[in-house]
């Protein structure tokens, strides 16, 4: 994924449903599902999505939480990188982020992942998220930028070996 491209991600498949993708939420992370995220591109090589800034979301001044632009962070360059470690177990390392200007309740925000180094044993990921512009549904002010660096070599238990079935699943679908 170019990180400089400025297009829009693409749309999720005409045939898929509010209820599937909320289904797919779901199986691929329980934290974004709940927060109402949509996944619109799925890949070891980026990740993108929308998130609709609800009351949910927001802290008592009625724009989105930090902490939620910090977990959409996390949770994407978690995700790309578990798929880009050929589904090995990740962990973040660390996160840091820097919150631009905000996204007010009933805005829209674009999210998008892109690896900025993939090696042996750490990875380092960008994440970017963008206010919505409401006239356009084009990509509008950059509101956060972070970097999350990973662990990328681990062992995966047993009991855990097919914690990237959702990904396999749904990555060839968006």
Known sequence: MDRGATATPRQPAPAATKE??????AELDSPLHALGFEMEE???SGLAGRLLVTPTCC??????????SALVAEALASM??????????????????NHFRSAALGDT???????VHVGRSTQVWEVKLWK???STGEKG???????????????SPEEHKNAGD?????ASKL
């Open 80 to 97: 790309g990188a578990h798929m880009a470690a050929g589904y090995r177990r990740v962990a973040g390392m660390q996160l840091s982020i």
């Open 20 to 25: 599937s993708r909320a289904k797919m939420m």
């Open 132 to 134: 919505m512009d409401p």
């Open 109 to 115: 925000v674009l999210a998008r992942a892109a690896p």
């Open 59 to 68: 802290q008592p001044f009625k724009v989105l939480h930090g902490g939620v």
């Open 42 to 44: 799925l890949s070891p």
């Open 166 to 170: 959702a990904l396999k699943k749904y």
């Open 141 to 155: 002010l950059q509101i956060a930028e972070s970097r999350v660096t990973l662990l990328s070599n681990l062992p």
